[in-house]
Each structure stands twice: as structure tokens, then as C-alpha cells.
């Protein structure tokens, strides 16, 4: 049995602010088949798993806030401690892949060459996604979408992983140990590959931005997502991707001309639960039944 992959993609918000245990279940249950996110969306799952978050107001303060070491996430409060013990927590793991990069390439280096591969180049040590996947590992906590990503073999793609907490980390790192190397075109590759080599796929896009688009952009190397469903308040007057209409996505072939997608105007964080509760959460026994022996590849 041959079935479409999912790609489910969403803004960092949707983990910060509600979305997580969502997001989290279907990935537990294996229902979608690559996700893509923003720094963010990472970093806020794991920082979770660390210390809470609060729930604030819209309306603080934001120079009482800061004097008080707390930051504003809409209305909700992530204290500065936060960030500082997941700064804590990802230093020495980023040492410990130091590590393993340098071992990777020491051998390479030292392995005899026959003449006819003198020019390949040192292996991609790490990637975002293997990066992604290792830091699930490492927090080994079943609340994390990040544990249950790598224990289920579900790649987390964020070609923007440094922007962010994260990036910080690595900033700090060069300064210690330099030449620690993020190599983002092999995780170019590989999701792109992921979409080719698909019988179909489905793409689920709450917000836009770059996680929106780095879906769409792997889906153009297969002609178009056959099925898409977008959740999102952007509007199109302004020409952004974030509100772009699905019919502008098939002029650029990422949703395909013969697919049927939808755009939701709404707030995710509302109506994303409904929609999973009506779909993949209505009978979890029953997905389970009606997906096992499938794959979503071609051979």
C-alpha cells in the first residue's frame, strides 16, 4: 500500500503558545512525515522540557519586564532563567558534537586515498535536522516534539536554526572552539528529496514565513504538494507568502494544478485542535490500522 507523506509546518508561536501538545501527538502517533519549523519552534519545545512558561498579559510593561528579567511572548512570560539554563544545557552537548565532527574528520583525513577521490570533501557532520534530532535525544523527555521526532525517525527540517537561542549557543561556542560547521545544503538536499521521491504528498502549513516556504520550495521539485491545507490570519493584499492564496502557490508549481487546497483564515491556536480532533484524533486505532504496511515513497 502506497499512501501521500505529510508535511506538516508551523511558526515557533504555535509551540510557545498552546500548540505543543498538539503537535506533539500526532508526531508520538506518527501521522506526519516531515516537520518543519522555525529556531523557535526548537528551542521553546526543549526550554519547556526545563522550566515553565507563564501565563501573563498582552499589556505588561515591557521596560518593567525587562528590569525584571522576564520576557513577553504575546501574554505569555518566559523568565530570562529560562533561556540561561537552556544555555546551560546545550553547551556541553554542542562540545560533545564538536567532538564527533572533528573525530569524523580526523579520519577522514587519515584514511589512504587511490588517487580517483582526492577532491571529496570532509563529511557533513551535522546538519540542522541531525542537530535537531540529536538535542531530542538529549532532552529525554516524552512532553518534548523533539523526543518524539527522533524516536519515531521523523526529520525536523529549520533552515533558520540560528536564528535564535540556539544561534546564541553557537555564537558563544565560536569563541571557545571554532570551525564548528552547520552545513544546511545536505538538509537542502535531503528534504527535497523527501518531496521527489514521494507517491504524493500533504502539506500542513500553519503561518507562513520561512517554515511555510521551505515546505512549498521542496514541493516545486515534484510539480506541487497534491494536497495542502493553510491556517493562517495573513491576508494577501499585502503580497507576502504568509498570505498568499493556494492558487498563487500553483502559479509557482508547489501545490499542484490538479490538487483541491484550502486556506483557513483563522487562529491556529483555536482551530488546529478541532481540525486534528475531527481528523487524526478521531480514531487513532483505526489510522493505525489503515496506514500499517504503508510507505509514501517510490522505490
Known sequence: KIRARIFLAFTSNQISSGQREVIRYLVQHKMVDVVVTTAGGVEEDL??????????????????LRTKGLNRIGNLIVPYENYRQFGDWLGPILHKMHDEQDAAWNQWRDTPRDGKNDDVSPPAVWTP?????????????????????????IPIFCPALTDGSI???????????????????????????????SHATGMIILGGGVAKHHTCNA?????????????????????????????????????GVGASPVKVCADASLVFPLIVSETFGKDVEEWRRSVEGCVCWIG
Open 219 to 255: 514541493n516545486i521539485m515534484r510539480n506541487g504538494a497534491d494536497w495542502s491545507v493553510y491556517v493562517t490570519t495573513a491576508q494577501e493584499f499585502d503580497g507576502s507568502d504568509a498570505g498568499a492564496a493556494p492558487d498563487e502557490a500553483v502559479s509557482w508549481g508547489t501545490i
Open 129 to 153: 535536522s541531525r542537530v535537531i534530532a540529536r538535542l531530542g535525544k538529549e532532552i529525554n523527555n516524552e512532553d518534548s516534539v523533539l523526543y518524539w521526532a527522533q524516536k519515531n525517525g
Open 47 to 64: 526550554i519547556k522540557c526545563l522550566q515553565p512558561t507563564f501565563i501573563g498579559d498582552f499589556k505588561y510593561d515591557g521596560k518593567v
Open 167 to 197: 544561534g546564541d549557543a553557537l555564537y558563544f561556542h565560536s569563541y571557545n572552539r571554532p570551525s564548528f560547521h552547520l552545513d544546511i545544503a545536505t538538509d537542502v538536499r535531503r528534504i527535497n528529496d523527501l518531496a521527489l521521491r
